[in-house]
DNA sequence: CGGCACTGTGTGGTCTGACCACATCTGGTA
DNA sequence: TACCAGATGTGGTCAGACCACACAGTGCCG
């Protein structure tokens, strides 16, 4: 039973001082050095532990020495822990309709930003060519739906990136490759691909269109309209 | 460009491997001398970075050698995606600012479409009962800032989970854990830390109450001011 | 006397090399 | 054929060595 992972021991230290109230936010930690050999175990072994912490971000950490910025500091009261832990343990897949609605939101605003932005501001020009070209790619004559597939999931991250928001970009990128399969297998049982895909390229072109026109509203509606038709089209239920 | 912790190279390779598609559950990833060597950094990075994604249920070790259990195996069904936004927000260092954006973007539009909801059906009731129990916790005299904070969080997610999009729910998770120590540092430098907390408070219950009164722009309005002016105020810049 | 550059010290960040325990594979033996 | 001891390679751990950085003095110079 004293099998324990010496990481572990680390972690159930700080974390019991945590529940304990001994170590409190704003506190800093004894130095790696010293909790090495306080708990008797190696550095490398604290470091992970303290990469964890981090990463759940329960912890920061700063080189140098002195006051605000020595040693290591608890940045979250104790019970978040827990419940970050669970929270991450309980993901056992978002149902579809959720990943469908958050692409609604983060797709309809980034075009709606995009559209503003490039009527407000011409300093700093909004590079779109990346999705012309994926517009482009996409009319090649008889695509097969997962080549479509992929292009178009590639414009959709075009616009974002676009945008600048790193982000949003890499939420919709989890996002997508979340309901790639189920995207994929709605396209293969469409009736007519053919006329589908054109209707989805004419969106597409829609939607860059009011995003040059700096039409905010238009982009927004369109997005959202493209996106929702087509879960519905593919018969994509929760 | 070598100001990325050396740590985090590897979990963006395998992230990067996991969206791709390059890395599926089941996998075996290289041995930990390998990735070191492929990767050019040290063994020791590579374990900080397995041990985070073996804590986040990604993966799973097993010592010894052979085909079942000599190596690595990613161990995730398909419900990674919190667990890699958490990655992502957490661990490849978004600028705090897209970060805050996105807050913006999807805590107004949950706001608003609590609202929405809570003024058309009847039929399935909006529990808000978790924030207003929390809404009273932040009311305790003298809380210091990073108390207030994780209460402020839980407050916020709250809302989310109201709205049963578990997406966004989790997403939001991942972001606030991603600047909680940035946040937590932005309030130890407040001038007056009452009477910001106090607006705080009072902004979070005219939230409340703008969705209780199924003013849909309303509470969208409150929820983008409340989160902009709390970032403005505590000066968390990029 | 006041400010500024320099040096010392301790911290986290990283790499290397070395063990250990273990699961597996190998090959030889009964 | 059946079985068992060594070879092999893996993760788990440790110790030691640098580096870059942040700070606290210190002391020269204006």
Do not use: C, K
Not at 16 to 31: I, Y
Request: hydrophobic share 45%; aromatic share 4%; proline share 3%.
């Amino acid at each position: 039973m004293s099998e324990t992972r010496a990481w572990r021991t680390v972690l159930e230290h700080i974390e019991t001082q945590l529940l304990d109230g001994a170590l409190r936010p704003g506190d800093h930690l004894p130095g790696e050095r010293a909790l090495s050999a306080e708990l008797g175990v190696g550095r490398s072994s604290v470091r992970e532990a303290l990469r964890v912490l981090e990463v759940l971000g329960l912890i920061r950490t700063q080189a140098g020495s002195g006051p605000s910025a020595g040693a290591v500091i608890i940045a979250t009261p104790g019970g978040a822990m827990s419940a970050l832990m669970r929270l991450q343990v309980a993901a056992s897949g978002f149902p579809v309709a959720d990943i469908v609605r958050t692409r609604l939101i983060l797709e309809s605003t980034v075009a709606g930003e995009l559209a503003e932005r490039l009527g407000r501001e011409a300093s700093e020009p909004i590079d779109l060519s990346a999705a012309d070209r994926l517009l482009d790619a996409m009319d090649s004559p008889a695509l097969a739906p997962a080549e479509f597939l992929a292009l178009d999931a590639e414009f959709h991250l075009a616009l974002a990136e676009a945008s600048g928001n790193q982000v949003i970009t890499a939420t919709m990128a989890g996002l997508r490759s979340g309901i790639e399969g189920y995207a994929l297998e709605g396209l293969a049982h469409l009736d007519d691909w053919q006329a589908t895909s054109q209707r989805l390229r004419g969106e597409h072109r829609g939607i860059v269109a009011a995003i040059r026109a700096a039409d905010a509203s238009s982009a927004r509606a369109r997005t959202h309209d493209h996106i929702s038709g087509y879960y519905a089209e593919t018969s994509i239920h929760h």
